[in-house]
């Protein structure tokens, strides 16, 4: 549209000169007829240029818009959205609460398998002297009161 608005310009431009090359002639008529005419498409051009250039500026600046409305959107998720520095905070957190449950339960187990290992060898010294009791009170009692003796009598089945 600027290389026409130039031509047109050129044309007028030529025209004056031609005119001023010329002399008074009965043509002079249809050259004013013609500058009439250069005049107005020079207007009708710039008029044809504004419109077009404000309907361009106006889908332009609605594009932008939306392009700075959806900026906004993204900047706003982005900010929802928590940090590395965060996730790994929280991730070292968790690790850590699970870790020193893990560390107690071993430890009460471990506990309790010693307080068993000292119950079982306690019951294994008990009844090592209970037996020891049973021989040494069998070696020592006449025959015939172990054969009245209910405690030591098996059942028959």
């Known amino acids: ?3 026409v608005a130039i031509f047109v310009a050129g044309i007028a431009a030529g025209a004056l000169a031609g005119r001023r090359e010329r002399s008074q002639s009965p043509a002079d008529s249809s050259v004013a007829d013609l500058k009439d005419s250069i005049k107005e498409l020079e207007i009708r051009l710039e008029a044809k240029l504004d ?3 404000q309907s361009h500026e106006a889908s332009v600046s609605e594009r932008f818009q939306q392009v ?3 900026l906004e959107e993204q900047a706003a998720k982005l ?3 928590p940090s590395t520095a965060q996730i790994v ?4 957190q968790i690790l850590a609460r699970s ?3 893990l560390d107690e339960r071993l430890a009460n187990q471990s506990h309790s398998i010693e307080v068993l290992r000292t119950t079982v060898s306690q019951t294994d010294g008990l009844l090592e002297r209970v037996l020891e009791s049973l021989d040494s009170f069998q070696a ?5 009161e172990l054969a009245s003796d209910a405690v030591l009598h098996r059942p028959t089945v």
């Not at 905070?89 to 070292?92: I, K, L, Q, S």
């Not at 020592?140 to 015939?144: E, G, K, N, Q, T």
């Open 140 to 144: 020592y009692a006449d025959p015939s």
């Open 99 to 101: 870790m020193a449950s």
């Open 51 to 53: 419109s077009r250039l």
């Open 1 to 3: 549209m600027p290389r």
């Open 68 to 70: 700075e409305t959806r």
């Open 89 to 92: 905070g929280a991730m070292e």
């Open 79 to 81: 900010a929802d959205v």
